[in-house]
């Protein structure tokens, strides 16, 4: 067995996305101790960093040592508590992953279904929440990684807060990448991922809490069913007074990557980088079209960074994505759940959204389907 | 705010280790897929260099995606149902932590206790499955990194079985430092750090079950409370037969590092790092008792890679390690729970231990002792 040199692949699926070499660098500096004073002092600035990202002011704003998938989890059991009825927005595979959730941490989920690869229906929200009016969490997905819809997390909190309930959002593939505006939304939970639009490496989960959200976790009356995840003992390590306190060690190098990835998304400016997002989702928009490729999504609720496409007729998934990523180092997505094998899901996200990697992309499928 | 350059440290606290520069390279290369196939063969390379360094056949020996209080979790929630009797062994920090994590799924935690900085007692362990002969599973700390002290493993094992219970063991400190042979002494569910004695980065958690435990995971009346540390979906990922199903984005780069210092393991022989880490051990133990310190725990059950000693008398605990870091830029672990304040822990751990780590600590303790 020898040391693993993976080739340099040019990643245009549902993320990881493409990193920096910057962020690469960052990663593999040298480990400094978790407790180390510049360490706590990087991960305050990570923290103000994550604060920009969001767009909010929330105090309880840090990354969960673990992927999105933890960071879900992080929101569900910390905010919802047994015997408690949840509102799951479902139209995808990550809202299906939501209903897990809620059941898992002794909640009752209550599932509105929207069709994949449309957004959720506020009029649905509205109904089942004047249905139920013991409802007291409203969980959705902004940015739908399996279908690449987007849906209107304002309206949908608008909606929430006018029957006293938390949000829980699932901002993955959404942070960086379109509009995300915390606090003018009045979000409650938000959770993310570090591999989509930030384009960090994969396996941080930044997380924010508004202070209802906070003010829920701690007027619990029982315990968090996790402790790897239980966030009152979390926010001692994140941000005691003074004295940080041990909870777990933290992913040290991971942090770096994250700490500058962030970096770079704050000098980029996020306006600039949401506009960046759209503006070569047109150009790839336009030359999937002359290859005659048709999206699965209405044009009005497109995600530019998670473009999901009807696989042609008569040409064979697996085929095309073996000889992208064979011959190009190219890779694309493929389809999940219900549209495993109907669809493909072309990411532009972060750093992976640039000029050369539209180009490569459309030149490489449109040879490929020749 | 700038891209955060951290100093080059000589890591020689509890965790995290110093790490080798290929283990840093191997973190920075290019990021792939977690599905790309390359990936795949790299994940099932992963698993073989794990089953080695547990010395097992275990077919169930993945890393968890989380850092090592991740991967003690995961036993539990698995292997643990509501209501089902589990035998904790108390000795230290980490001991504890296992009670809240039997609590948390429900369990109920039978506690012995013995002395911080002592052994557990296989006399107690017998005892206290002899008076309740409902327990299922006996749970203790293999190497007790808040203490420096080292269980018999192999005897507390052997005491399960003739009771049918099975074992939970944590082995963050253990594995790569000191013999830890999970076959041989027929240990069920055994948790580790990579950022210990194996010298990656940290944030992974290593992670074998016997075949008992898996038979044990697999005949659950529950669903296992944590949808992201649940075993049987996350089974289908590190080892679907013939195609990988999406569980959560694997941290691709750590796996890297993981990987890399799983080799350099290997390279080294598991049998010579053992013998590495007691040769210098006991350089450094005739440094330190030469500069009049005494250590917590007795020769007999003493680790050789973490070293706990008592604060010399009059000496003030935060100005000491302040000095070694900011002057020396040497990091050495401060006491934890009950010895926070009256003890130092001195790691040996992995790539830190070596020659020029054991002179530069006896020296620069000898300097700032004076």
Known sequence: MQSFIPPKRTLMGPGPSDISPQVLQALSRPTIGHLDPLFIKMMDEVKELLKYAFQTKNDFTIAVS???????????????????????????????????NVERCGGIPIIIDDKWGE????????????????????????????????????????????????????????LGGVPLLVDEWQLDAVYSGSQKCLSCTPGLSPVTFSDKAVAKMKSRSSVVQSWFLDQSLV?????????????????????????????????????????RHADYHQELKQGLEALGIKFIVDEEYRLPQLNAVYIPV????????????????LEIGAGLGELAGKAWRIGLMGYAAKKENVALCLKALSDVLK
């Open 314 to 329: 008569g040409i064979s998934d697996t085929q095309v994505r073996e000889q992208l990523l064979e011959e190009y180092n």
């Open 119 to 174: 957004p959720v229906s506020l009029d649905k929200v509205a109904q089942a929440l004047e249905e139920n009016p013991d409802i007291s969490v409203v969980a959705f997905v902004h940015a739908e990684t399996s279908t690449g819809v987007l849906s209107d997390a304002k309206a949908i909190a608008q909606i929430a807060r006018q029957y006293n309930c938390l949000t829980i959002v699932d901002a993955v593939t959404s």
């Open 235 to 275: 926010l001692g390590y994140w941000s005691g007074e003074g004295k940080r306190s041990y909870h777990h060690t933290a992913p040290v190098n991971s942090l770096y990557a994250l700490h500058e990835s962030l970096l770079m998304l704050k000098h980029e400016g996020i306006e600039q980088a949401w506009q």
């Open 66 to 100: 673990a992927p999105g998938s933890a960071g879900m989890e992080t929101c569900f059991v910390n905010l919802v508590e047994e015997g408690e009825k949840v509102l799951v927005c479902r139209n995808g595979v990550f809202g299906e992953r939501m209903r897990q």
